[in-house]
């Protein structure tokens, strides 16, 4: 005879996970501090009199009538609303546990419109504010193309510091192969194997060495600086008419676009490599976050052994990335020399490849947001230049630093608690 004992096993308790959720105090701390710099700067040291802005049209586009404003109330107007914005941000932390990106970014427009109304106040010449964006978007053309570089590349595992020399590579072999043949298309296709030239040595040795990245990137930087500083001072101030004197990109309004007033002017009467930096910022969106090559990518820049597990090449996926990533950052050097200065000087990036790293942080590692950021820090350099043709009363030293502290001021700040690719800077070694 067979005895069953029945082993019942009661009903476990259900088991409840506890989301963490951790805080970010910096956005409201940085939104209260501006707002009291607000209240300082534009109520105590208020300005009188006027602010006209003025809206110029271009070659093509109309212009629009002038907007004359009193510089004392707007300013007032718009500072209460600032420092409402920043106690309201303790209450959407206390209710959400973060303030949303876009609560910042209104914040910061209405502190740029009220900065502006009390610098070009008292009388002052009339602020251009079509020249003012216009500017903004051709500096921040280098930034936006370091910043899709630098996307990519940590998107896929590889932190990118080698932004900077990838742009000023870029920089000095279009500047030599365009002089040389006269051709601004071989100059834009030797922009792009400069930065591929570059991104091989930043992939040799972080992918197939394990060298700390970090540290390959800050000596790549420093490694082109070198060079591109020998070559010139031996090589092309000798000869600068044949080797440092290339043809500047032609302007290529699109008709219809170009006639919009100031929109047109800013955004549709630009250079080849402008339209380029547009195709370039849609193409690395819909290809990272719409396609099988994404998908691989972003798949080794977070977990390298999974995507190892079904079959995908980590080390060639990574290596192959950089490189592209490279190849967008060249062209982005190139509009240093073809698009704007039209020839090649020392140092001319001056640290504008670590401007984009920055956005690229900014941006949380999408290429969109990384966009706007680089607008943004286009936009702040810019902006010395114009308050100084306008007759501002602002330092000229606080206009020189302003694109590093509205740069320091946006990632440590507004930017909140971000978490990139959880791979980046972790070399991958195969068990």
């Given at each position: 005879m067979t005895t069953t004992t029945d082993h019942t096993i009661p009903d476990a308790a259900p088991i409840v996970l506890e989301k963490t959720v951790v805080k970010s105090w910096k956005t409201p701390i940085t939104l209260s501090i501006v707002a009291l710099l607000s209240i300082v700067l534009f109520i105590v040291f208020r300005r009188g009199g006027d602010t006209t802005f003025t809206f110029a049209g271009g070659r093509i586009a109309p212009s629009l009538p002038q907007l004359v404003v009193p510089t004392t109330l707007t300013c007032v107007i718009l500072t209460t609303l600032l420092a409402a914005?920043?106690?309201?941000s303790w209450w959407l932390l206390a209710r959400f546990a973060k303030v949303p990106l876009w609560y910042s970014s209104v914040f910061a427009f209405i502190f740029v419109v009220a900065f502006l109304t009390?610098?070009?106040?008292?009388?002052?010449?009339?602020?251009?504010?079509?020249?003012l964006l216009l500017g903004a978007v051709s500096l921040s053309v280098p930034y936006i193309f370091g910043a899709l570089g630098g996307v990519i590349s940590e998107r896929s595992g590889v932190v990118n510091i080698a932004i900077e020399g990838q742009l000023l590579a870029g920089?000095?072999?279009?500047?030599?192969?365009?002089?040389m043949t006269g051709s601004v298309w071989l100059g834009l296709v030797a922009a792009v194997v400069a930065g591929v030239l570059v991104s091989f040595i930043l992939a040799a040795f972080a992918i197939k060495y394990y060298v700390d990245q970090v540290i390959?990137?800050?000596?790549?930087?420093?490694?082109?600086?070198g060079l591109t500083n020998f070559f010139y001072s031996q090589v092309l101030a000798k000869d600068a008419s044949f080797l440092n004197d290339p043809p500047l990109l032609p302007s290529l309004p699109i008709p219809g676009l170009s006639a919009i007033p100031v929109i047109g002017p800013v955004l549709f009467d630009q250079s080849i490599i402008v339209y380029l930096m547009y195709i370039a910022v849609a193409a690395v969106y819909i290809g990272l976050f719409h396609t099988r090559w994404g998908l691989r990518l972003r798949s080794v820049g977070e977990h390298p052994q999974a995507a190892d597990t079904v079959g995908i090449n980590v080390t060639g996926t990574r290596f192959w990335n950089v490189s592209l990533a490279g190849a967008i950052v060249g062209l982005g050097g190139a509009y240093?020399?073809?698009g704007s200065v039209g020839s090649f000087s020392e140092d001319m990036t001056g640290g504008q490849g670590y401007i984009a790293l920055a956005a690229v942080i900014f941006g949380r590692w999408d290429p969109i947001r990384a966009t706007l950021a680089a607008l943004l820090f286009g936009f702040a350099s810019n902006l010395q230049y114009t308050l100084a043709a306008v007759g501002s009363p602002v330092p000229s030293e606080f206009l020189l630093m302003l694109p590093y502290v509205v740069t320091i001021l946006a990632v440590a700040g507004f930017v909140g608690y971000v978490r990139g690719p959880a791979a980046s800077g972790k070399p991958y070694i195969k068990s």
């Amino acid at each position: 005879m067979t005895t069953t004992t029945d082993h019942t096993i009661p009903d476990a308790a259900p088991i409840v996970l506890e989301k963490t959720v951790v805080k970010s105090w910096k956005t409201p701390i940085t939104l209260s501090i501006v707002a009291l710099l607000s209240i300082v700067l534009f109520i105590v040291f208020r300005r009188g009199g006027d602010t006209t802005f003025t809206f110029a049209g271009g070659r093509i586009a109309p212009s629009l009538p002038q907007l004359v404003v009193p510089t004392t109330l707007t300013c007032v107007i718009l500072t209460t609303l600032l420092a409402a914005m920043a106690a309201l941000s303790w209450w959407l932390l206390a209710r959400f546990a973060k303030v949303p990106l876009w609560y910042s970014s209104v914040f910061a427009f209405i502190f740029v419109v009220a900065f502006l109304t009390w610098a070009a106040g008292d009388n002052s010449r009339p602020l251009p504010i079509t020249s003012l964006l216009l500017g903004a978007v051709s500096l921040s053309v280098p930034y936006i193309f370091g910043a899709l570089g630098g996307v990519i590349s940590e998107r896929s595992g590889v932190v990118n510091i080698a932004i900077e020399g990838q742009l000023l590579a870029g920089a000095f072999l279009a500047a030599v192969v365009a002089s040389m043949t006269g051709s601004v298309w071989l100059g834009l296709v030797a922009a792009v194997v400069a930065g591929v030239l570059v991104s091989f040595i930043l992939a040799a040795f972080a992918i197939k060495y394990y060298v700390d990245q970090v540290i390959v990137g800050v000596v790549i930087n420093v490694l082109v600086l070198g060079l591109t500083n020998f070559f010139y001072s031996q090589v092309l101030a000798k000869d600068a008419s044949f080797l440092n004197d290339p043809p500047l990109l032609p302007s290529l309004p699109i008709p219809g676009l170009s006639a919009i007033p100031v929109i047109g002017p800013v955004l549709f009467d630009q250079s080849i490599i402008v339209y380029l930096m547009y195709i370039a910022v849609a193409a690395v969106y819909i290809g990272l976050f719409h396609t099988r090559w994404g998908l691989r990518l972003r798949s080794v820049g977070e977990h390298p052994q999974a995507a190892d597990t079904v079959g995908i090449n980590v080390t060639g996926t990574r290596f192959w990335n950089v490189s592209l990533a490279g190849a967008i950052v060249g062209l982005g050097g190139a509009y240093f020399t073809l698009g704007s200065v039209g020839s090649f000087s020392e140092d001319m990036t001056g640290g504008q490849g670590y401007i984009a790293l920055a956005a690229v942080i900014f941006g949380r590692w999408d290429p969109i947001r990384a966009t706007l950021a680089a607008l943004l820090f286009g936009f702040a350099s810019n902006l010395q230049y114009t308050l100084a043709a306008v007759g501002s009363p602002v330092p000229s030293e606080f206009l020189l630093m302003l694109p590093y502290v509205v740069t320091i001021l946006a990632v440590a700040g507004f930017v909140g608690y971000v978490r990139g690719p959880a791979a980046s800077g972790k070399p991958y070694i195969k068990s």
